[in-house]
């Protein structure tokens, strides 16, 4: 059975760009949550969407956004990138009815902005 | 609202000595418990959980029990290897309390000397 997985697995980007990143859940799980590892913050809550909605986002500004498709699988954009977006971005997913009791993650998106 | 605290890192052990790292929380309802590691350059894999008080949770040797009255959760393995040097998270859902996503502590990284 695939993990999750996510894409790109690294990328530098400039101040001001804009960013897309890709995660695919488990076959068969409905939830994907995304989650942002700064250096010296753990790791932040950004967004959990469910069965194609947004259900719930952590203390971050608009301009961090995402959408779940009907395939389950989730992008995470973030406009007007600055250079404390440099993290690693994952994400999760969880089968139904599970919620975040049983979370696997993905191996993450590096994003490092210049 | 939620929260978790473990102690900071990182911590420096040489191989077959014993491992505590300490984990507190504040939840507003009956949480759920969790240790995630996450090995150099990998994702956050599940190594323990507990659902409720005095649960023990355990795997590959390592051990937690909830403890409600200390609202404490501390990880423990009584001989280290050095394939255990990784960063250890504590974590908790609070489902009851409505939150369907994990909170997260720091991380503590462990490093493992033979």
């Known amino acids: 059975e695939a993990g999750v997985t996510q894409s790109p697995t690294h990328l530098i980007k400039t101040r001001g760009q804009q960013v897309t990143l890709r995660c695919s859940p488990i076959?068969?799980?409905?939830?994907v949550y995304w989650y942002q590892q700064a250096l010296g913050l753990g790791l932040q809550f950004l967004l959990w969407?469910?069965?194609?909605?947004?259900?719930n986002r952590g203390n971050f500004p608009p301009r961090f956004s995402g959408r779940q498709f009907p395939n389950y699988s989730s992008e995470l954009n973030v406009n007007a990138l600055e250079l404390e977006d440099s993290a690693l971005y994952l994400c999760?997913?969880?089968?139904?009815?599970?919620?975040?009791?049983?979370?696997?993650f993905g191996a993450g998106s590096r994003l490092t902005v210049l | 609202g939620d929260s978790v605290t473990q102690m900071e890192g990182p911590v420096t052990l040489s191989e077959e000595a014993c491992l505590t790292i300490?984990?507190?929380?504040?939840?507003?309802?009956?949480?759920?418990l969790f240790w995630y590691v996450q090995y150099p350059g990998e994702g956050l894999q599940l190594l323990l959980k507990?659902?409720?008080?005095?649960d023990k949770g355990s795997n590959k040797g390592f051990e937690a029990t909830y403890r409600k009255e200390t609202t404490s959760f501390h990880l423990e393995k009584g001989s280290v290897q050095v394939s255990d040097s990784a960063v250890y998270f504590c974590?908790?859902?609070?489902?009851?309390?409505?939150?369907?996503?994990?909170?997260f502590g720091k991380g503590t990284k462990l490093s493992v000397i033979p």
């Open positions: 999760a997913s969880s089968a139904p009815g599970s919620g975040a009791n049983v979370l696997t």
């Open positions: 076959s068969g799980h409905t939830s």
């Open positions: 969407y469910d069965e194609g909605e947004e259900r």
């Open positions: 300490n984990c507190t929380y504040t939840a507003t309802g009956y949480p759920s």
């Open positions: 507990a659902t409720k008080a005095d």
């Open positions: 974590a908790l859902s609070d489902q009851g309390a409505g939150s369907y996503q994990l909170t």
